[in-house]
T-cell receptor, first 116, second 109 residues
Framework: DADVTQTPRNRITKTGKRIMLECSQT?????MYWYRQDPGLGLRLIYY???????NKGEISDGYSVSRQAQAKFSLSLESAIPNQTALYFC???????????????FGPGTRLTVL | TQLLEQSPQFLSIQEGENLTVYCNSS?????LQWYRQEPGEGPVLLVT?????EVKKLKRLTFQFGDARKDSSLHITAAQPGDTGLYLC?????????FGTGTSLTVIP
């Protein structure tokens, strides 16, 4: 079984709709991240969380919100989707120092989101 | 503006050739990672470099971290079709990771 899972894997939605992308991990890591990937731009950080009560904005948080429901679960929401949020979204985890190598990120398989 | 710039963006070479991918920035990073990503999957870590001037080898792949910890290179010797994929560098700065723009490598049999 995959250590980091994302649901859904693909989603097509319309402008203005609210969308939630979910991420679960069985690695026992404290730290979780949400990225979006666009061609020619690499991955850009949206939000990250170092534990259940810790939420931090990344480079491109506008238009997104997150919820850390448990150590193993981190959800990303688009409150009112717009076409330029069409992208590939990845969830990742890292261990905290002492738990493992904090530089190694473990990625989920991604969610391809299309906003029409 | 991207914090990390990779070059080239696309690379198509014949099997057996050598290649180098570059990752450059004006910022100093505490560590730098190289990832490889295949279609439909998330990136997978290849290596982490931490010390300025550090060189790491992983079979036919050689990774170097610049002396000033602002840049890095990935050299592949005798490329094989199995090396095809998207190569991403990422730098750790504070609590965040910043990714490069990516290099899409195609190795033609």
């Amino acid at each position: 079984d995959a250590d980091v899972t994302q649901t859904p894997r693909n989603r097509i939605t319309k402008t203005g709709k609210r969308i939630m992308l979910e991420c679960s991990q069985t690695k026992g890591h404290d730290r979780m991240y949400w990225y979006r990937q666009d061609p020619g731009l690499g991955l850009r950080l949206i939000y990250y969380s170092f534990d259940v009560k810790d939420i931090n904005k990344g480079e491109i948080s506008d238009g997104y919100s997150v919820s850390r429901q448990a150590q193993a679960k981190f959800s990303l929401s688009l409150e009112s989707a717009i076409p330029n949020q069409t992208a590939l979204y990845f969830c990742a985890t890292t261990p905290r120092p002492g738990q493992g190598d904090p530089n190694e990120q473990f990625f989920g398989p991604g969610t391809r989101l299309t906003v029409l | 503006t991207q914090l990390l710039e990779q070059s080239p963006q696309f690379l198509s070479i014949q099997e057996g050739e050598n290649l180098t991918v570059y990752c450059n920035s004006s910022s100093v990073f505490s560590s730098l990672q190289w990832y490889r990503q295949e279609p439909g999957e998330g990136p997978v870590l290849l290596v982490t470099v931490v010390t300025g001037g550090e060189v790491k080898k992983l079979k036919r792949l050689t990774f170097q971290f610049g002396d000033a910890r602002k840049d890095s290179s990935l050299h592949i010797t005798a490329a094989q079709p199995g090396d095809t994929g998207l190569y991403l560098c990422a730098g750790a700065l504070g609590n965040q990771f910043y990714f490069g723009t990516g290099t899409s490598l195609t190795v033609i049999p």
